[in-house]
């Protein structure tokens, strides 16, 4: 079907409702199951659940490109932390039926299916955990606007927002403005979340990692490995390190020569993370949706400090300055 093939007369638009004056049952499902932080709906009822026509001063253009933008960007995070919860309890799921020696000594089932299914939810987690981290971002430069080098609205980059946590806040003014007190606060709720020591250290440059190489290679360039206890359980261990190639330790046995490569618990240690990828998965998504809860109850203040101030023209200026647009209109058949 092509579009000129459509009625494009229309004569009657079908819209959700323009005033709302309660939440809808998603955005309150979110909450009460503890998937969203209480900040994040406590900025949708701020906002009059989106009604048409409730901008704040702040983010109230001619055009409404700002509040609109505003709840597609705090919808999009709500969407984000959903898809990681419905993703871990699926990954979660298909790890523990996955094959292993001890199952099979124990006479447990295992499903040969589910080596893929675990790999493909594991691969979506991570996007989706990028995906609520990058909306944080982009929140973050709608009320922050210019204050964090590189960042900017409409780019959903919170690698930018990484990076300016990895140096010292510089200085201010001798006047504070709520705008300067609102960055002061959130690098010092951010800044020990991200930076934070061994054995945490360096958490979110490897989850990025994994989600970049996920995202453009797939699964196959991760090779994991399964250790079992003293009990004959087995867990699943995922490399720190890129690319994990096994093979290079691996040498064609020659007789009378020894072993010249490093004890086998030394190299898991060093290229290993160190608990098991199920525990990984469910610490990697607690401690990304404390980074946005923690960020979340800042911009909920921030919203309420600025909601009367001048319109964010250098807001709209960065969003308008990031739409792309293009040629395509569809596929000769």
Not at 92 to 119: C, F, M, N
């Amino acid at each position: 079907m092509k579009l000129e093939n459509c009625e494009l007369n229309i004569g009657v638009v079908v819209i959700a409702p323009v005033v709302r004056t309660e939440p809808i049952p998603e955005w309150v499902a979110a909450r009460d199951t503890g998937v969203l932080p209480l900040a994040g709906f406590a900025m949708y009822s701020r906002s009059s659940f989106f009604s048409f026509g409730a901008a704040p001063p702040f983010l109230a253009d001619e055009k409404r490109f700002l509040f609109s933008y505003f709840a597609m960007v705090l919808t999009s995070l709500r969407d984000a932390l959903l898809d990681t919860d419905v993703e871990l309890r699926a990954f979660s799921e298909s790890q523990t039926r996955v094959y292993d020696p001890g199952k099979k000594l124990r006479g447990e089932e295992w499903d040969p299916t589910a080596p893929d299914r675990a790999r493909k939810h594991f691969r979506l987690l991570l996007l989706s955990l990028q995906a609520g981290l990058d909306a944080t971002a982009d929140l973050i430069a709608m009320f922050l606007t210019g204050l964090i080098p590189g960042l900017r609205l409409g780019r959903a980059q919170f690698s930018r927002v990484e990076s300016w946590l990895e140096r010292p806040l510089a200085p201010g003014g001798l006047i504070v403005t709520p705008q300067r007190d609102c960055l002061e606060r959130l690098y010092a709720a951010l800044s020990p979340l991200l930076n934070a020591p061994s054995p945490e250290c360096e958490w979110l440059p490897l989850m990025r990692m994994f989600r970049n190489k996920a995202a453009h290679l797939g699964d196959a360039v991760f090779r994991y490995m399964a250790l079992h206890d003293r009990n004959g359980h087995f867990y699943t261990f995922i490399p720190r390190q890129w690319p994990f190639i096994p093979e290079e330790h691996m040498h064609p046995a020659q007789v009378g020569q020894r072993a010249t490569s490093q004890p086998l618990p030394e190299l898991l240690k060093r290229t290993l993370v160190h608990e098991d990828i199920v525990s990984y998965a469910s610490g990697l998504r607690g401690k990304i949706t404390e980074v946005i809860a923690a960020a979340l109850e800042i911009l909920d203040a921030a919203y309420v400090r600025f909601r009367d101030f001048p319109l964010n023209a250098a807001a709209l200026s960065e969003l308008e300055g990031s739409a792309e647009g293009y040629a395509f209109e569809y596929f000769r058949s």
